[in-house]
């Protein structure tokens, strides 16, 4: 006779559902992992010190335990579950979320305005895999891939190929397989070379190599062709933005991007752009198609809101030549509007050769109420938080203590232009923090390039006394800061020698310090990571974001929906690294594999609860 409590324990055991059962075993698995974790550390512990290199020797981490637990987890509780994660259609290929043309003109959008981004108007995302093309292969490393592209990598048809000009068509061989863009040690002129030089000479310079001497740091190339023009900036140490309209058959930004050059989808038929006021040092349009003076010129009002004080213009156009030079009004011609409109901004036509013209802003701020011109009326308020708001006719900018002329900054930030930027954002950006913030990100880098490494998530058996090989300078090219801070990261890569660029985003709800990395010379851009982020998918190889999860979550934003898009825009086999607090971390790792990317944790070690999560896409075919 069994005795009561056998009796008890048998009928508890009986009556206990299967999901029961898995909780008791997860509580299990928690005491083997408690237990294992006293002796040996379920992570390989790394410092987060900025004095030592961390992840020297940096292997498979042994964490199978652990990962059974949170596979087994995420089946009891459900959070952030995806169930059966697929491959999307090939309709999506080259889908990029808020530029649905046929869903704007649905809507009632007409005058270009269907062409603009419209999230409120996409449809509901789903959660699948983007696949590549099926000749998709992976680019080229700098700098070759500057100037061979894979023709399957892009949608760029040969049609588009043979209307995209003559000049374009003198730059570009179009083979098999390949598409060939003359470099400037070609066997051909080179006509970009020949062009920045001309641009040089107008604005007073010797040569192109003394843009920096003059002040030119930035620039923003609207429309950008297929980047050649920005190519031939980088290779003088210019950071040269690609800004141009989305093309469902094809784009300017995804064919400069696959270069490995700077782009952003954009244009501002009716929108701002995403940049603060004061943003760059040169505005260039070559054959861009933008009609500057419609609109009662709002477009050349925008482009006077992004540029810096005695900040150039310059405008090549067949049309522009067209309608005459204001030379023409010194005759009693009558002046044309474009030279109405660039009067009235206070800007000074310094040069025109042929279809060139190159206008320079005022450095002065009070010219604008001084009388010699009262059409414009001055902005009221801030533009700090700007985020595609409707394009103003009014003057902004002219009270900000960032007006300073380009040919009076520093070559690097120092306390003053550092107290500016913290009494705009009313935070302290001090120099001690400044700079202890560099100091960390310089480790940072060393460290990040160590995990970048492929043989940290493979097998292969090491040789005693050998350590892991750094992967190359070169390893990655296009670079997404998803949470960019000071740009701190960025400057750290390039000061490292690293072959990259980096797009420094800011996101919606923190400290605006756009206008800080912008004033540092580099690019980046406003953005709000509740909806997509404008650019076509492959465009990255790393995607880094610090303390991004914690202020998704303090977003209200959906993090499986952000990591969905990360992997739109990463190229296969690129990498994401995360750093932020464990609980965010956790959730992020389980679904990453469950869409097929390699994860690994990092514990820091550090006497806090922050993780590193490194994963690497997978070449997803079908």
């Known amino acids: 006779m069994k005795s009561p409590l056998l009796k008890n324990l048998s009928k508890n055991f009986r009556s206990r559902s299967p999901f029961n059962w898995l909780l008791l075993f997860l509580v299990s698995v928690l005491v083997v992992i408690a237990l294992l974790g006293s002796s040996s550390s379920t992570f390989n512990s790394v410092t987060s010190s900025v004095k030592n290199d961390i992840y020297t ?3 498979k981490l042994k964490e199978q335990a652990r990962s059974d637990y949170l596979e087994l987890k995420s089946l009891a509780v459900g959070e952030n579950q995806i169930k059966d994660v697929g491959v999307c259609g090939k309709e999506r290929e080259n889908y990029v979320p808020c530029y649905n043309v046929s ?30 093309p099926k000749d998709y292969k992976i680019p080229l490393s700098w700098p070759a891939g500057r100037d061979v592209i894979w023709s399957g990598n892009v949608k760029l048809t ?50 192109d190599t003394e843009f920096l001497q003059a002040g030119v740091r930035t620039v923003l190339d609207i429309g950008c062709g297929f980047g050649s023009f920005s190519a ?20 300017h930004v995804q064919v400069a ?17 995403p940049f603060p006021s004061l943003s760059y040092d040169m505005v260039h349009c070559a054959q861009c198609g933008v009609i500057w003076d419609s609109k009662d010129g709002l477009f050349l009002i925008e482009i006077d809101r992004v540029l810096k004080p005695g900040g150039y213009f310059v405008l090549t156009s067949s049309t522009t030549q067209q309608q005459g030079s204001s030379t023409g009004a010194k005759k ?10 660039t009067k009235n901004l206070c800007w000074s036509l310094l040069e025109q050769q042929d279809e060139t013209f190159i206008w320079q802003k005022t450095v002065d701020s009070q010219c604008y109420t001084s009388g010699k011109q009262d059409t414009i009326p001055i902005c009221k308020g801030q ?33 003053t232009e550092l107290k500016v930027h913290g009494k705009l954002n009313k935070i302290g950006v001090y120099p001690d923090n400044f700079f202890e913030d560099s100091e960390f990100w310089k480790s940072a880098v060393r460290n990040y390039w160590s995990l970048l490494s492929p043989l940290i998530f493979s097998d292969h058996p090491k040789r005693p006394g050998d350590d892991d090989p750094l992967p190359p300078y070169n390893m990655v090219r296009n670079v997404l800061d998803m949470n960019a801070h000071y740009g701190g990261l960025n400057a750290a890569l390039l000061e490292a020698g690293k072959s990259v660029w980096v797009m ?11 206008p800080l990395i912008l004033d540092r010379g580099f690019a980046g851009v406003l953005h709000n990571w509740c909806e997509p982020f404008p650019t076509y998918p492959r465009t990255y190889d790393l995607l880094h974001g610090s303390g991004l999860l914690s202020h998704l979550e303090s977003q209200g934003c959906s993090i499986v929906e952000v990591l969905f898009e990360m992997d739109r825009i990463l190229r296969p086999e690129g990498w994401i690294i995360l750093s932020d607090k464990l609980g965010p971390i956790e959730k992020v790792r389980m679904v990453a594999t469950q869409m097929r990317w390699e994860a690994r944790v990092v514990d820091l070690q550090n006497g806090s609860d922050q993780r590193l999560l490194v994963c690497q896409k997978s070449f997803v075919r079908k």
Not at 191 to 200: C, F, L, M, N
Not at 234 to 242: G, R
Request: aromatic letters at 6%.
């Open 332 to 341: 009693g011609i009558m002046p044309t509007p474009l030279e109405e409109f």
């Open 103 to 132: 869903a704007n003109i649905l809507a009632g959008l007409k005058d270009g305005e269907e062409l603009d981004r419209h999230c409120e108007l996409s449809q509901e995302r789903q959660y699948c895999l983007i696949r590549p």
């Open 383 to 415: 533009d700090m938080q700007l985020y595609y708001q409707p394009l103003a006719h009014c003057i902004s900018g002219t009270g900000s203590d960032r007006w300073v002329p380009i040919h009076s900054r520093s070559d690097s930030m120092n306390s």
């Open 232 to 251: 031939h900036l980088l290779s003088l140490n210019l950071m040269a933005l690609c800004v141009a309209a989305y093309g469902s058959s094809g784009s």
């Open 257 to 273: 991007l696959e270069r490995g050059l700077p782009a952003v989808i954009g244009n501002f038929i009716s929108k701002q752009l």
């Open 57 to 59: 020797n940096y292997r």
């Open 158 to 207: 040969k049609d588009q190929f043979l209307s995209s000009g003559s000049i374009m068509k003198r730059l570009m061989l179009l083979e098999e397989n390949q598409i060939a863009f003359h470099s400037q040690d070609g066997m051909m002129v080179d006509d970009v070379k020949d062009y920045s030089h001309q641009i040089a000479e107008m604005i007073g310079l010797g040569s």
């Open 504 to 514: 420094n985003v800011v996101p919606l709800g923190v400290h605006n310090t756009l």
